[in-house]
């Protein structure tokens, strides 16, 4: 498969559990491993990368469009996600909470539901590759930012 769209990942194992490295593009290596006793807890695990993808892809999404749409700028923005596993193999994520604190001037709490909610609907590809497999609660909080006084 080759073409501009097409993202490719490397994973090499580089001990004698499962500690991988993974690469892309050139860049910085991320280190990939499990919980003893099967890993050594060196890395992200799988599922924990699976949260920073997401995390970072709808705090992507609700930056630019506050940004583009609404015109205002974000001066912060974090974003947490908490996934509960399952207790039975596959232990996949079956629920996963997202916290969106955004600090951003003049930005009402029903402005940035409303940006999160039409990302989540129809841009955050994670999300969307999700889809109805786990259930994904957002919340959020707008702060002003703080004025620093000369």
């Known amino acids: ?6 993202l490719e990942v490397s994973a090499a194992l580089v001990n004698e559990k499962v500690k991988f490295e993974c ?15 099967v890993g050594g807890g060196e890395g992200f695990t799988s599922l924990e990368l699976l949260l920073a993808s997401l995390a970072s892809c709808i705090g992507t999404t609700v930056k630019v469009l506050t940004e583009n749409r609404l015109k205002k700028k974000v001066e912060n923005l974090r974003v947490t996600a908490k996934g509960r596993r399952r207790e039975t193999h596959p232990t996949y994520l079956e629920k996963i909470d997202i916290y969106i604190e955004i600090t951003c001037a003049g930005l009402s709490m029903e402005e940035a539901g409303r940006m999160i909610h039409y990302g989540r609907e129809n841009i955050c590809p994670v999300i969307n590759m999700l889809g109805s497999n786990v259930c994904v609660e957002i919340t959020h909080s ?3 930012p703080q004025v620093v006084k000369a």
Not at 23 to 37: E, N, T
């Open 23 to 37: 690469s892309a593009a050139g860049r910085d290596p991320v280190i990939v491993d499990y919980v003893p006793p």
């Open 142 to 144: 707008v702060k002003e």
């Open 1 to 6: 498969i080759m073409g501009s769209n097409i």
